[in-house]
T-cell receptor, first 116, second 114 residues
Framework: EAQVTQNPRYLITVTGKKLTVTCSQN?????MSWYRQDPGLGLRQIYY???????DKGDVPEGYKVSRKEKRNFPLILESPSPNQTSLYFC???????????????FGPGTRLTVL | GDSVTQMEGPVTLSEEAFLTINCTYTATGYPSLFWYVQYPGEGLQLLLKATKADDKGSNKGFEATYRKETTSFHLEKGSVQVSDSAVYFCALSDRNTGFQKLVFGTGTRLLVSP
């Protein structure tokens, strides 16, 4: 089954304790992305990756890191989490397109993070 | 920059009622437009999309028409069901990001009662 998986689904942690949220897709997609979802703000892009070893900042990258060493995986790293990073996080992937079409982005089930 | 504006929710309807969720956008050029749906406890799923002016996207009884003159992409359904209760997100992508980055509205929660 084609899917994007994230782990963990729920995480409660304390300020300053490094954590990693994993994301993996089995569709051989080039493009992967992380979003955070906050009430009243919708989803905002944190980081994205166009392919292996190619990553770039989205709209809200502060306090986050990513890496793309393999095509299928795109972990999100919080080196020193703070309470304002309490949010619902989604990983997404899509195949690379050019021209005028827009491919569907496939989303993972989400990771609810609470930083105390 | 690009932006998407959706009507505030929640929208509360009885089963079989007509649904409209308004969405307008601001973008340079000719964006592609999407509606995504988020069921409770799940990730987002693509509901429908339109890639050029006057295109109509449709799926599962939902429809939306890309109106360039009014920069709108309103979601409609003629007869909603309890199972349609979810959060609906309007979104766009444009050529500047290779049509990869999605810019989302804030989401509209739909509650359908029997």
């Amino acid at each position: 089954e084609a899917q994007v998986t994230q782990n963990p689904r729920y995480l409660i942690t304390v300020t300053g304790k490094k954590l990693t949220v994993t994301c993996s897709q089995n569709m051989n997609h080039e493009y992967m992305s992380w979003y955070r979802q906050d009430p009243g703000l919708g989803l905002r892009q944190i980081y994205y990756s166009m392919n292996v070893e190619v990553t770039d900042k989205g709209d809200v990258p502060e306090g986050y890191k990513v890496s793309r060493k393999e095509k299928r995986n795109f972990p999100l790293i919080l080196e020193s989490p703070s309470p304002n990073q309490t949010s619902l996080y989604f990983c997404a992937s899509s195949s690379r397109v050019g021209g005028t079409n827009a491919n569907e982005q496939f989303f993972g089930p989400g990771t609810r993070l609470t930083v105390l | 920059g690009d932006s998407v504006t959706q009507m505030e929710g929640p929208v509360t309807l009885s089963e079989e009622a007509f649904l409209t969720i308004n969405c307008t956008y601001t973008a340079t050029g000719y964006p592609s437009l999407f509606w995504y749906v988020q069921y409770p406890g799940e990730g987002l799923q693509l509901l429908l999309k339109a890639t050029k002016a006057d295109d109509k996207g449709s799926n599962k009884g939902f429809e939306a028409t890309y109106r360039k003159e009014t920069t709108s992409f309103h979601l409609e359904k003629g007869s909603v069901q309890v199972s349609d209760s979810a959060v609906y997100f309007c979104a766009l992508s444009d050529r500047n990001t290779g049509f990869q980055k999605l810019v989302f509205g804030t989401g509209t929660r739909l509650l359908v009662s029997p």
